[in-house]
């Protein structure tokens, strides 16, 4: 079929048949009435319709590109609020990981400081005893010495 040998669809009697609105939301009903407008001219030449695709449709009036803007607006709306609760999720487990941390740095650093004061009590403990031993030690040279001195009369 030469493109001079095509039907050509009276549009208005397609859309006549279904709302433009329809038409443009329910593709699938369009297309069964175009095919019914169409089956009839096809017939009167001799043809059938076995399939057939409809691959663009247009308006001049610009109604059905008006008619997708509210869904395209409300996909970028959609879009828009999904990053900024992605954004929003990011953030918030991005700072409890910090927290998480820090906590646990503060956590490391008591033990270090608790084990430090730990060791300088028991570095203290042990001096005394060895101050006290040695004081006693001394003592019991001293007590010696005198015993050991003959008594002046």
């Not at 040998?5 to 549009?11: A, E, K, V």
């Not at 443009?24 to 399939?51: C, H, P, T, W």
């Not at 590109?65 to 970028?76: E, F, M, N, S």
């Not at 033990?111 to 005394?128: F, G, L, M, P, W």
């Amino acid at each position: 079929m030469t493109s001079r040998s095509q039907p050509r669809l009276n549009n208005s009697s397609a859309k006549a048949a279904t709302k433009s609105r329809t038409f443009y939301q329910n593709r699938d009903a369009f297309a069964s009435k175009v095919q019914e407008v169409a089956a009839g001219d096809m017939a009167n030449m001799g043809l059938g319709i076995v399939s057939f695709t409809i691959r663009d449709i247009r308006d001049t009036q610009g109604y059905l590109d008006a008619l997708g803007k509210p869904r395209i607006a409300q996909v970028k709306r959609d879009a828009q609020i999904a990053q900024a609760e992605a954004d929003r999720d990011a953030m918030i487990k991005s700072s409890q990981a910090t927290q998480a941390g820090q906590e646990a740095k503060f956590q490391a650093d008591s033990k270090i400081a608790e084990a430090q004061r730990d060791y300088q009590s028991n570095v203290a403990s042990y001096q005394a005893t060895v101050n006290l031993k040695k004081a006693e030690a001394e003592l019991t040279s001293r007590m010696i010495c005198r015993s050991s001195r003959p008594a002046n009369s």
